[in-house]
């Protein structure tokens, strides 16, 4: 079996690399709105399988495509990537001093029609933040393309993420070992070791 990574994320290009799994990345443009009915973990997964469904009639028999998709929800809140920098400023403003949850849905398709969805959440907290430490970071890290507006790799992860129950892979866009688990279900051939 061979894997298809349907992700521009550098981030989940590394951690798919740092599993040891060879991969090929294959990009389409796929719309990432969500019924408004849809809540928290349910957005993830609904956006990753529909994201899936681009590539389906493309798939190999011999192919397994993986897709993502990560949320930011501020209690019932859905925080997806900001439109602007002030949007972004807005979303920070409205976390920091917070706990939220990040939610990555994932969809596994084989070629021959198997398909797995999951997800997985993690709760984050997030120190107070001054205005000041919001704009230096939007301004300096350009987070537009990340969900709530922020990266807990980069520089706003360093002084401001307090405390994580589950996960940090999953905040940084791919819970690995729950992909792990799963991949060794559908396709352990792909797997090292």
């Not at 408004?36 to 993830?44: D, I, K, M, N, W």
């Not at 507006?149 to 905040?171: C, H, K, P």
């Given at each position: 079996m061979r894997l298809i990574l349907a992700s521009n994320s550098p981030r989940r290009r590394q951690l798919l690399s740092d599993l040891g799994l060879a991969y090929e990345v294959r990009l389409k443009d796929v719309d990432?709105?969500?019924?408004?009915?849809?809540?928290?973990?349910?957005?993830?997964?609904?956006?990753?399988?529909?994201k899936a469904s681009a590539y389906r009639a493309?798939?190999?028999?011999?192919e397994v495509l993986l897709t993502a998709d990560t949320i930011v929800c501020?209690?019932?809140q859905v925080l997806n990537k900001p439109e602007d920098d002030e949007d972004a400023v807005r979303m920070l403003t409205l976390l920091q001093s917070r706990a939220h949850d990040v939610y990555t849905g994932v969809c596994l398709l084989t070629g021959d029609g198997r398909e797995v969805v999951f997800s997985?959440?993690?709760?984050?907290?997030?120190?107070?933040?001054?205005?000041?430490?919001?704009?230096h970071y939007v301004r300096q890290y350009r987070p537009l393309d990340k969900a709530g507006?922020?990266?807990?790799?980069?520089?706003?992860?360093?002084?401001?993420?307090?405390?994580?129950?589950?996960?940090?892979?999953?905040?940084m866009g791919l819970p690995v070992h729950r992909v792990w688990e799963?991949?060794?279900?559908?396709?352990g051939d792909l797997l090292p070791g």
């Open positions: 990432e709105s969500f019924p408004a009915h849809l809540q928290r973990a349910e957005v993830a997964e609904y956006l990753a399988a529909h493309d798939l190999q028999a011999d501020l209690d019932e997985d959440q993690t709760r984050v907290h997030f120190r107070v933040l001054s205005e000041a430490e919001i704009r507006a922020y990266g807990a790799q980069d520089w706003i992860g360093l002084v401001a993420v307090t405390r994580l129950e589950g996960s940090y892979f999953n905040v799963e991949l060794s279900k559908l396709a």
